[in-house]
C-alpha cells in the first residue's frame, strides 16, 4: 500500500533511501537545503569500496599514538575543543576498538558492505550514469616492504572471509601500471572488486533525477522544526510545512541535532576532511585511483582534476577550516606524483557522520512510531547508501531485510 513519506537529507544515504521508496510506489518527498550530493557526498574519494569489509578503527598501539600526538600526520590530525567535545564518543570509540569488541563488529560492519555493488549496480543503470562509474579496481600503494606485507596479510584474511578479490603488485607491476608515480615504492595492493567515480556529486545528483522520474519529488528548502501531527509527522521549512505518516531523518552529521530536539541522544561525532584538485606537470598521467597508504592521503583522476583528499580530522563540524593537514599531504603529494596547480579557488571541507561502534543507525525509532533513521556510516556513506535505501525500504514495508539489522539499531546505545 503506498505511503507518504518525508526523507530529510539528499545526500548518497537520503537519495538512496528516497529513490527505494519512489520505486515501490510511496508518495516520496526528499527535502534538503541544498541541491543533491552538495554537502558530505560530494567531496569523498569516489570509490565504492567493496573491500572495506574493516570499519576504521581508533588506533591503540603506542607507536600509532606517538606519531600522532604531536598533531603534524598525513592521516589524521585533531582539534583540541573539538575532542574535548566529543569526549564521551571518542573514548567509547577507544573501547569500542578493543581487540575483543572490534573483532566482533567487524562481521556486522561487512555484511553491509558485502551488498554494496548489487546495490549500486541497478541504480547506476536506472540513472543512465555509466559514464560515471570504472569497474577496474582501485591501488593501495606502500612506501615499504613491511607495510605491504602487513597489508597482504589484511588482504588475504578479507579474501578468506569475506570473498575480497585482489592482486599484489610488486614494484615493476605497479611501475608499469603507474609509470609517473616516485621511484622506490614497495608495490601495492590492486583491490579488484572496487569501482570508482569520476564525479561523486554528478553521480548522487543522477540517482536524484532517476528518483524523480520513479515518481518522487525533490524539495530545496531549510528545515526549521520537525514535530508529530496526529499518527504522522509534520516538518515546517521556510518553502511551507509538510506532513506525512512516515519521516526518514537521513541527514548526515545534522542528524544528533534533530534527533536531540525529539529527547533523543545519539552519540555521534564527525571526522573532517579535506579535498583540492589539481592538474598534472607535463605529460604525467594518473589511471588509477592511487593511496599513499602509510602517508595517508589518496590521488583520484576525477573529471574536475587529480583528487587529493586527505584523513580526518578530529574538530568541531563547523569549526573554521584548518589547511595544514592538506597543505602536509599536498607536500608529501607532490614528490609521490607530478601534481601541477590547483584548480579550486578553495580548498573543499566536509564532515563525516560517526558513531563510537563504528557502524551506522538504520531503522526505526522505538515509541516514535513512524519516525526512520539512516545516518552515521562514517568513511563509507557513498558505498553504503543504496544498501541502506534498500534495507530501509524492507522494513519500512515490513519485509524481511537482506541482512540482520539488529546490530544497527539505534536504541544498541
Not at 528518483?211 to 518522487?216: D, I, P, T
Not at 597508504?293 to 583520484?300: F, I, K
Not at 539512516?374 to 519500512?396: D, N, S, V, W
Request: aromatic share 8%.
Amino acid at each position: 500500500m503506498s505511503r507518504e513519506i518525508i526523507v530529510l537529507g539528499a545526500g548518497m544515504i537520503g537519495v538512496s533511501i528516497a529513490w527505494h521508496l519512489a520505486r515501490r510506489g510511496h508518495s516520496v518527498v526528499l527535502v534538503d537545503r541544498r541541491e543533491p550530493g552538495r554537502e558530505t557526498s560530494f567531496g569523498n574519494a569516489g570509490i565504492i569500496q567493496r573491500e572495506a569489509v574493516k570499519p576504521y578503527p581508533f588506533p591503540r598501539d603506542l607507536g600509532t599514538l606517538a606519531r600522532v600526538l604531536p598533531n603534524r600526520a598525513v592521516d589524521i590530525r585533531y582539534r583540541l575543543g573539538g575532542v574535548m567535545r566529543a569526549a564521551g564518543p571518542l573514548l567509547h570509540y577507544w573501547q569500542h576498538s578493543s581487540p575483543r569488541r572490534y573483532d566482533s563488529i567487524v562481521p556486522e560492519y561487512a555484511s553491509l558492505i558485502s551488498l554494496a555493488l548489487d546495490t549500486h549496480a541497478p541504480m547506476i543503470e536506472a540513472a543512465g550514469a555509466e559514464a560515471l562509474v570504472r569497474k577496474e579496481g582501485w591501488l593501495e600503494v606502500y612506501r615499504t616492504v613491511e607495510g605491504l606485507d602487513a597489508e597482504r596479510r589484511e588482504a588475504e584474511e578479507a579474501a578468506a572471509r569475506f570473498g575480497v578479490n585482489h592482486r599484489l603488485l610488486d614494484a615493476d607491476a605497479l611501475q608499469a601500471l603507474e609509470p609517473h608515480l616516485t621511484d622506490g615504492l614497495a608495490g601495492a595492493i590492486h583491490w579488484l572488486d572496487s569501482w570508482t567515480v569520476a564525479d561523486p556529486g554528478a553521480l548522487v545528483q543522477a540517482y536524484a533525477t532517476s528518483m524523480e522520474a520513479a515518481g518522487g519529488r525533490l524539495m530545496r528548502a531549510e528545515v526549521s522544526d520537525i514535530s508529530r501531527a496526529g499518527q504522522g509527522w509534520r516538518v515546517t521549512t521556510d518553502q511551507g510545512a509538510l506532513e506525512a505518516g512516515e519521516l526518514v531523518l537521513a541527514m548526515g552529521p545534522w542528524s544528533g541535532d534533530w534527533l536531540s530536539r525529539q529527547g533523543i541522544a545519539v552519540p555521534l561525532f564527525v571526522k573532517r576532511g579535506y579535498h583540492m584538485h589539481y592538474a598534472a606537470k607535463g605529460e604525467a598521467r594518473l589511471g588509477n585511483w592511487v593511496m599513499d597508504a602509510e602517508v595517508g592521503y589518496l590521488l583520484a583522476p576525477m573529471r574536475a582534476g587529480i583528487r587529493l583528499t586527505t584523513g580526518a580530522e578530529l574538530a568541531r563540524r563547523e569549526a573554521p577550516p584548518h589547511h595544514g593537514q592538506l597543505a602536509a599531504a599536498e607536500q608529501v603529494a607532490r614528490r609521490f606524483f607530478p601534481l601541477g596547480e590547483r584548480l579550486d579557488p578553495e580548498p573543499w571541507k566536509g564532515a563525516r557522520p560517526c558513531t563510537p561502534d563504528m557502524k551506522p543507525v538504520i531503522g526505526p525509532v522505538p515509541d516514535r512510531q513512524g519516525l526512520w533513521l539512516a545516518f552515521g556510516h562514517g568513511h563509507q556513506g557513498f558505498t553504503l547508501g543504496p544498501a541502506t535505501g534498500r534495507l530501509l525500504a524492507e522494513m519500512i514495508d515490513g519485509e524481511p531485510t537482506a541482512i540482520d539489522m539488529a546490530p544497527f539499531r539505534v536504541d544498541r546505545f
